[in-house]
């Protein structure tokens, strides 16, 4: 989580800052590849069945855009995303809080899925 926050910061309030934007982008590739191998081998996080360590690391991924990382590049993350996300219990708990965030305030449920459903390459 905190290194995903760090490549937040670089794309969004520390621009120009090659250094910190690299680092952190690179980390937060390395992060996901490590995630990815995980869900390789297990349905969710922590095995078979879904937990807390689903629900803590599910939010890190929605802005995935602002990390530098290609979600392409990791399919098993995809299908994680995709998998929870179609949970309707699931949808409900992260638009919890929603509402006090500009860039999440007026989304509407198709918005929240179409999201997580998609691949966004970023550069």
């Known amino acids: 989580g905190p290194m995903l926050g760090q490549a937040h910061?670089?794309?969004?309030?520390?621009?120009?800052?090659?250094?910190?934007?690299?680092?952190?982008?690179?980390?937060?590739?390395?992060?996901?590849?490590?995630?990815?191998?995980?869900?390789a081998a297990h349905e969710f996080v922590s095995g078979k069945d879904l937990s807390i360590a689903d629900i803590a690391i599910f939010p890190w991924t929605?802005?995935?855009?602002?990390?530098?990382?290609?979600?392409?590049?990791?399919?098993?993350v995809v299908r994680w995303r995709r998998m929870l996300i179609d949970r309707p219990a699931f949808l409900t708990g992260i638009q919890v809080g929603a509402a006090a965030r500009i860039e999440t305030k007026y989304m509407k449920?198709?918005?929240?899925?179409?999201?997580?459903?998609?691949v966004t390459a970023t550069s």
């Open 9 to 39: 910061h670089f794309t969004t309030h520390a621009k120009g800052q090659d250094y910190g934007k690299q680092r952190y982008y690179q980390e937060a590739n390395r992060l996901y590849g490590v995630l990815d191998r995980q869900l």
């Open 62 to 76: 929605r802005t995935v855009w602002r990390q530098g990382v290609d979600l392409n590049n990791y399919s098993h």
């Open 109 to 118: 449920e198709q918005d929240w899925l179409d999201q997580f459903r998609s």
